[in-house]
């Protein structure tokens, strides 16, 4: 029943066994004074991964599983809808929080002018290492008004805002605008964020609350350059198309620019890796052992 939880943590899961117990003991973990909910939503693994979550053994765990993989817009929106909570929080199955983000997040949505929010994060690697820290939100920490978002969003790309596990939302506002859209795939949580932006201002909490994984086997890494490119053009204009009150035509030329300067520089790191190399020199039989030195 929608209403009875404060706030729902969402964790959409495909094939997550590697990555999910890290998950959700950084969600367990939390200490707050609202309660939560975390719904782990089994994208018809074939893993293991619902028996890791089943596994967690706390009651505000609730797994459901899919009869068939979902696409992830359409898997990402029954994860949501499976919710309870006021106050929404995705985090991908191999992301994790840091102690203190729902505490610091809950507090601040209780304003009610706050539309989302969102922390900055650090980069993990496949071993929980920390790779980087004290990224994302480039002029948008504070209190900042729906076109500072979207201007931000749409200028400097989703990699700067941070991953979907920084940020919180109203589940009343997600209703609103219909939820993600999957057509979107690299772009489709902060389409998300700049939509539920517009009823009301962002907050950006210079905490470090969330960690993504830079990982060879998450979907970021699995997905092309130039599908990335290319939602990324699709994205920018779209919302352009809907929010003219919140961008202007140089933002998106701004935008434009940015992804025409990525697309040059992978091409250049393209042609550097095709060029052929100079042949090295054979080595006489006298001198080939000394060559390893």
């Known amino acids: 029943m929608r209403g009875t939880t404060r706030v729902s943590v969402c964790i959409p899961a495909y094939n997550a066994a590697r990555t999910l117990s890290s998950t959700l003991r950084s969600v367990l ?71 203190g983000c729902l505490a610091e997040q809950s507090r601040i949505m209780d304003n009610a002018e706050i539309a989302i929010t969102a922390t900055r994060f650090e980069v993990i690697d496949e071993d929980d290492a920390v790779l980087e820290t004290g990224l994302g939100l480039p002029g948008l920490l504070g209190r900042r008004a729906a076109r500072e ?102 933002d998106v030329a701004a935008a434009d620019l940015r992804l025409a300067a990525a697309a040059l520089n992978r091409l250049r790191i393209r042609a550097l890796r095709l060029e052929p190399r100079p042949a090295k020199p054979a080595s006489s039989p006298n001198t080939s052992d000394l060559t390893t030195a």
């Open 29 to 99: 973990e939390q200490q707050t004074e609202h309660d939560f909910e975390v719904v782990v939503l089994d994208n018809a693994s074939t893993d293991g991964t619902g028996d890791i979550a089943a596994a967690a053994g706390d009651p505000r765990v609730r797994v459901v599983r899919n009869d068939a993989v979902l696409a992830i817009g359409d898997n990402w929106n029954k994860a949501v809808s499976l919710a309870t909570g006021e106050l929404i929080k995705v985090v991908c199955a191999d992301d994790t929080l840091l102690p």
């Open 149 to 250: 978002l979207i201007r931000t969003i749409v200028r400097d790309g989703p990699a700067e805002f941070g991953p979907t596990a920084a940020a919180m939302f109203r589940r009343a506002h997600f209703d609103a605008v219909g939820g993600f859209r999957g057509d979107l795939v690299f772009p489709m949580d902060v389409d998300l964020f700049a939509r539920v932006g517009v009823f009301g201002q962002f907050h950006g909490s210079p905490m470090v609350g969330a960690a993504w994984r830079n990982s060879r086997f998450n979907l970021c890494s699995r997905t092309s350059t130039r599908s990335k490119l290319t939602d990324m053009l699709r994205f920018h204009h779209r919302l352009a198309r809907s929010h003219r009150a919140y961008l202007t035509r140089t």
